[in-house]
């Protein structure tokens, strides 16, 4: 299609959606429509009516479906919509870079389409032709959209890769410290290893422990459509549980869902001292003779240098239960019950991701597999220990299915020549979670996974369906750094936070108002058409598009889509899991057209023969023929790969690095006595939703809860209902208290993701919705993984004693002509 004919066709285009939308008002109540679609919290039916979501159903083949789904109406319609494309009114007056410090000040000035993708293209590509990759930060959250052909995170790597390069971040922030740490231990990231089936953890195991995890929450959602079949193991674990035939214990900072709905046994630990405990149990496990040393000495090497760790042979320091029971508050005859229970019996740890999310997060990762070596149960039926159980929809079952393609972050052979800039180009990588300090440091070296690195020089970013502001530590300071960069490009459905220090946004479509196709976590036993339930809001575009049109004016608009719209993708990708499942033994495979008008096609049969899979149990029966991946082809629990390092922060083998700041500090806690816990909200993945309806289901006051024990509740003069104020040098938040027991006395709870709501824009100020992030620090977790330290945190809480005024979180900015 000529770019004329296409400028014709767009325009077209969004007159007929807003034709549609102001000619379904004349439709009945009995003018209703069905039609099945899915995202990342599952599969619905999504009823439609004056060309709006009125409501929707669970598909019946989620066994258990999320409350999120509830807010779909209201989300898709929400009134924090990103209606056209906008330009800072600085920005424009000179078509170029203008005025950063006005970010989040200023007015937007809705804009034609071809009038911002011009812009953005131009920024993009007149700092590549430059500066180069390093100019170009592109790597967009992972979260944001869904599907195989229009998520936004692929398909503006995409568009950057034709462009020639950019700024990418290895590993992610969920795991990054464990994706760090793991390769050296096992060979292998592990943290996404497909993990032990929950059929064979509850006919062999009799310990579960639940660490850091609270898999009956984060199990709500996935990386691509959860059919929630897990939740029925969550029932048979607690009713094994009851009848004496299994033990859960769950260790936390609080008495999470899972501990609660399970009921199992609570051992509180402080935050931030989880290697500590494991070590000392590690010490009692040694001392006693309870470890399994025929383990040790077939599966393992290096832990002689371990052992002399413990011992105390280096630093006089003897890592015995009373040690650790002073760091990590538990007492010693509780660590002590668990590690005689944890060894008489077959037992898995199922751990969680938030262990390594904090200071010296890779030695709890670390831990977690030396502590499972001495107990002897990896690869034994059912045990062993996990770090994925609890996320992307666990491990149910395994169907024999087709493997869902999707569409590439470069072109395809067919597109490619030796002097295409995605093959002469490079990305520029640094770790995750490093680009604020990037835009503070440009050219400043680094110690990353033994080597050093150069932090880049970005002058624009690309942002696509993700908030940073939500997303990454320390907001007042990544708020300040973020003047630094010349051009802010956000592709989004919402007007964010990120959006609303943009310089150029670009409004997105999401799932029920574009095409694309998606696959159901873990098991793969559907695949989902997600189909256009009603036209896009205003001048919405799908990510896909965007990048088209972006690509298009250097020229590559053809490359970019290879000549397909998304339908013709979503076909193609089809028919390719068509061909496998027939290869499969699928005689009855259903065309696109029945597919496409059905909505789903299902792939019945289970592959028994992985119903009681173990993780490394292939390893435990043949350790010489199933190397792992290390250097030695075992577990190294001393790694002289990493003792050759030299890292101060990160020895040859697992240690207890005190935190920069954890409730031991005997002086910082006189100040900021309180610790914080931050888990997932089960009203929200991380960010998304919480402009939605669904947030008045948690929120007190209109803000983000903080959950306070009692005691702390009372020393403060604070009852629920309250809003406090929370507080550290850092920043300071206003939440709503729930004063209950689930919390201990010195640690408080505030979830994740609440939206930005400063006082004052582009400024340290007061957050008034409760964004956690705002307290936390933004510091690397080691010279070897450098990832967030999201979950090492003090604060002080106290009432509330000022003016509230409203929440301006969900507003949209001042616009001319909008």
């Given at each position: 299609m000529k770019r004329r004919d296409f400028i014709k066709f767009s325009a077209i285009a969004a007159a007929s959606a807003q034709a549609n939308r102001i000619d379904g008002a004349l439709e009945t109540i009995f003018d209703s429509k069905k039609t099945l679609t899915a995202n990342r919290f599952g599969a619905f039916w999504a009823n439609t009516n004056s060309a709006q979501i009125v409501s929707v159903e669970p598909f019946n083949g989620d066994k258990f479906p999320s409350t999120m789904n509830n807010s779909l109406p209201d989300r898709i319609q929400n009134e924090s919509r990103v209606l056209y494309p906008y330009v800072r009114k600085s920005y424009l007056a000179k078509n170029a870079p203008n005025k950063p410090e006005l970010r989040g000040k200023e007015e937007f000035v809705r804009v034609s389409w071809d009038t911002a993708l011009?812009?953005?293209?131009?920024?993009?590509?007149?700092?590549?032709?430059?500066?180069?990759?390093?100019?170009?930060?592109?790597?967009?959250?992972?979260?944001?959209?869904?599907?195989?052909?229009?998520?936004?995170?692929?398909?503006?790597?995409?568009?950057?890769?034709?462009?020639?390069?950019?700024?990418?971040?290895?590993?992610?922030?969920?795991?990054?410290?464990?994706?760090?740490?793991?390769?050296?231990?096992?060979?292998?990231?592990?943290?996404?290893?497909?993990?032990?089936?929950?059929?064979?953890?509850?006919?062999?195991?009799?310990?579960?422990?639940?660490?850091?995890?609270?898999?009956?929450?984060?199990?709500?959602?996935?990386?691509?459509?959860?059919?929630?079949?897990?939740?029925?193991?969550?029932?048979?674990?607690?009713?094994?549980?009851?009848?004496?035939?299994?033990?859960?214990t769950s260790i936390d900072t609080y008495r999470n869902n899972t501990a609660r709905y399970v009921d199992s046994e609570y051992i509180p630990v402080r935050p931030n001292t989880d290697t500590a405990m494991m070590i000392g149990m590690c010490h009692y496990l040694y001392e006693s003779g309870l470890y399994d040393k025929e383990f040790i000495k077939k599966y393992t090497v290096g832990f002689n240098k371990f052992k002399d760790y413990l011992l105390g042979k280096d630093d006089g320091v003897v890592k015995d239960l009373a040690w650790a029971s002073a760091?990590?508050?538990?007492?010693?005859?509780?660590?002590?019950?668990?590690?005689?229970?944890?060894?008489?019996?077959?037992?898995?740890?199922?751990?969680?991701?938030?262990?390594?999310?904090?200071?010296?997060?890779?030695?709890?990762?670390?831990?977690?597999?030396?502590?499972?070596?001495?107990?002897?149960?990896?690869?034994?039926?059912?045990?062993?220990?996990?770090?994925?159980?609890?996320?992307?929809?666990?491990?149910?079952?395994?169907?024999?299915?087709?493997?869902?393609?999707?569409?590439?972050?470069?072109?395809?052979?067919?597109?490619?020549?030796?002097?295409?800039?995605?093959?002469?180009?490079?990305?520029?990588?640094?770790?995750?979670?490093?680009?604020?300090?990037?835009?503070?440091?440009?050219?400043?070296?680094?110690?990353?996974?033994?080597?050093?690195?150069?932090?880049?020089?970005?002058?624009?970013?690309?942002?696509?369906?993700?908030?940073?502001?939500?997303?990454?530590?320390?907001?007042?300071?990544?708020?300040?750094?973020?003047?630094?960069?010349?051009?802010?490009?956000?592709?989004?459905?919402?007007?964010?936070?990120?959006?609303?220090?943009?310089?150029?946004?670009?409004?997105?479509?999401?799932?029920?108002?574009?095409?694309?196709?998606?696959?159901?976590?873990?098991?793969?036993?559907?695949?989902?058409?997600?189909?256009?339930?009603?036209?896009?809001?205003?001048?919405?575009?799908?990510?896909?598009?965007?990048?088209?049109?972006i690509c298009e004016r250097w020229g590559m608009g053809e490359v970019f889509s290879e000549g397909k719209s998304e339908l013709e993708w979503v076909r193609e990708i089809y028919a390719d899991a068509t061909s496998q499942a027939k290869a499969l033994g699928y005689a009855n495979v259903p065309s696109f057209d029945e597919f496409w008008q059905a909505g789903y096609a299902r792939f019945d049969r289970e592959d028994e023969s992985k119903r009681y899979y173990t993780r490394l149990a292939a390893y435990r029966q043949n350790p010489h023929k199933n190397r792992l991946g290390t250097p030695s082809g075992k577990i190294e629990i001393y790694s002289p790969a990493i003792a050759k390092m030299g890292y101060a922060d990160c020895l040859g083998h697992p240690a207890w690095f005190e935190p920069f700041e954890w409730l031991g500090d005997k002086n910082l806690i006189k100040k900021y006595p309180l610790a914080v816990s931050s888990p997932h909200s089960r009203f929200r993945l991380h960010s998304q939703l919480n402009n939605s309806l669904i947030r008045g289901y948690a929120e007190i006051g209109g803000r983000e809860p903080v959950i306070i024990s009692p005691k702390a509740a009372s020393e403060r003069g604070i009852k629920t209902g309250d809003v406090v104020r929370v507080f550290n040098d850092r920043g300071e938040i206003l939440c709503g208290a729930l004063v209950s027991e689930v919390a201990q006395d010195d640690v408080i709870i505030i979830c994740e993701g609440a939206w930005y709501d400063p006082d004052e824009w582009g400024k340290k100020s007061l957050c008034q919705h409760g964004n956690v992030n705002v307290l936390t620090r933004d510091k690397g977790s080691s010279s070897l993984g450098q990832s967030n330290c999201a979950h090492t945190l003090l604060v002080q809480v106290e009432k509330f004693k000022g003016v509230l005024r409203e929440i301006r979180a969900f507003s949209k900015p001042k616009i001319v002509g909008g």
């Open positions: 011009d812009l953005a293209a131009k920024a993009l590509k007149e700092n590549f032709d430059k500066y180069g990759a390093e100019a170009v930060y592109g790597e967009c959250y992972w979260w944001g959209g869904g599907g195989k052909v229009s998520w936004g995170r692929t398909v503006a790597h995409r568009m950057l890769k034709i462009l020639g390069g950019y700024v990418e971040e290895t590993d992610d922030y969920s795991t990054g410290a464990g994706i760090a740490i793991m390769p050296y231990v096992f060979g292998s990231t592990t943290v996404y290893d497909a993990p032990t089936r929950w059929e064979a953890i509850i006919r062999d195991c009799k310990n579960i422990v639940f660490w850091g995890t609270d898999p009956v929450v984060t199990n709500q959602i996935a990386t691509g459509v959860p059919t929630h079949d897990n939740y029925e193991y969550f029932t048979r674990i607690k009713e094994l549980k009851e009848a004496g035939k299994i033990s859960i760091i990590c508050n538990v007492s010693q005859s509780e660590l002590k019950a668990l590690c005689e229970r944890l060894a008489k019996d077959n037992s898995i740890i199922i751990a969680g991701r938030a262990l390594q999310r904090q200071d010296h997060g890779e030695q709890a990762f670390w831990m977690i597999a030396t502590l499972s070596a001495m107990l002897g149960h990896i690869g034994k039926s059912g045990g062993g220990f996990e770090f994925s159980l609890g996320y992307n929809g666990g491990s149910a079952k395994t169907m024999i299915a087709p493997s869902l393609k999707g569409i590439s972050a470069v072109p395809s052979e067919s597109y490619t020549t030796p002097e295409s800039p995605w093959v002469k180009g490079q990305n520029y990588t640094i770790p995750t979670s490093r680009f604020i300090e990037a835009l503070e440091n440009p050219g400043k070296e680094i110690d990353f996974k033994g080597r050093k690195i150069r932090l880049p020089r970005i002058r624009v970013a690309y942002n696509a369906s993700g908030s940073i502001f939500t997303r990454h530590q320390d907001v007042n300071r990544a708020v300040k750094a973020w003047q630094k960069l010349d051009t802010v490009i956000t592709a989004e459905p919402f007007w964010t936070s990120t959006a609303k220090l943009s310089d150029i946004v670009l409004p997105v479509a999401i799932e029920g108002e574009r095409t694309d196709i998606a696959a159901s976590n873990a098991t793969n036993e559907y695949i989902f058409a997600i189909k256009p339930v009603i036209s896009p809001m205003g001048e919405s575009r799908s990510d896909f598009e965007i990048c088209r049109g």
